[in-house]
């Protein structure tokens, strides 16, 4: 698609907004800009609807650990959230003694795909989550990323022997473009992946997603499948926009990502994700 094109997606109507039953929000780069700053527009939004009976649902690549801030952070203490890319969805319990219980949990055997990989990116940095949301490094990574109470170095040999809801791919010498073309020529069997904006590769089990994670809970509410909404920014929320009912890219997403999406809103540097969360409160 032209730049000229994309500048001719629609945009936000507030008469196109109906009142969906279920949201689903991405956070980085949706409901955090890249700094992690939380707007109190945004965090004003995203509680107003949930206070309508709306299903606000957190549905992000962080691990459990990472996530349970930003929901604390937006005052959600009862429902749902997704993590890991859809490997680890949680129900939220203010009763429960952390506030949620896992109430899913997806792994995969990830020596095949670690061998592969290495073999094509020995330098880079693996990681793998495992099905309690602690991770084991082949090396630190940098401070403020992928971080947990059970954190820890461990052998590349370890990371191929356990199971895994998650493995992260970290190789600053490449570009998420040369990761879209690694990914292409060498084919990852029997997982699924999403690549981000940086160096940085996602894998999950095969056929999980934040999507595949959605409609479980969207059966589990009874929630019509017209009725859902969700607004991303990453090409780990491409599923997700498939899945919805209506989807919304952040203005910030690339076009590859934009593409996929019924309408855009703002960035997130200008408050897009309220925007279109206000013009549903004021349907």
């Not at 956070?27 to 009976?53: K, P």
């Not at 061998?115 to 084991?136: C, K, V």
């Amino acid at each position: 698609m032209t730049d000229h094109a994309m500048e001719n997606r629609p945009r936000i109507d507030p008469a196109e907004i109906w009142v969906p039953k279920l949201v689903a929000l991405d956070i980085d780069g949706t409901i955090l800009d890249h700094d992690q700053v939380l707007t109190d527009r945004v965090r004003q939004a995203v509680r107003s609807v949930a206070e309508l009976g709306v299903h606000v649902i957190i549905a992000t690549g962080r691990s459990l650990y990472e996530t349970v801030p930003v929901l604390d952070r937006l005052g959600l203490v009862t429902g749902w959230a997704v993590c890991s890319n859809g490997s680890v969805t949680l129900r939220l319990d203010p009763m429960s003694p952390n506030g949620y219980e896992v109430a899913d949990t997806v792994t995969f055997d990830p020596a095949d795909v670690l061998t592969l990989l290495r073999e094509h990116l020995p330098t880079a940095l693996y990681a793998l989550e495992n099905g309690d949301g602690d991770f084991l490094l082949t090396a630190p990574f940098p401070e403020g990323e992928l971080e947990g109470p059970h954190t820890r170095v461990a052998t590349f040999e370890e990371l191929k022997s356990e199971a895994a809801c998650r493995v992260v791919v970290r190789s600053p010498e490449h570009t998420s473009e040369d990761f879209l073309a690694l990914t292409r020529s060498i084919g990852l069997n029997g997982v699924n992946y999403a690549v981000g904006w940086t160096a940085w590769l996602d894998l999950a089990p095969s056929g999980v997603s934040k999507a595949s994670a959605l409609e479980v809970i969207r059966g589990r509410l009874a929630v019509d499948a017209d009725a859902t909404l969700a607004v991303g920014d990453g090409r780990n929320d491409i599923e997700m926009f498939g899945w919805a009912g209506r989807a919304v890219a952040m203005g910030n997403a690339t076009d590859d990502v934009k593409v996929h999406a019924d309408v855009i809103t703002g960035s997130v540097a200008d408050d897009g994700l309220a925007d279109v969360l206000e013009k549903i409160l004021e349907r």
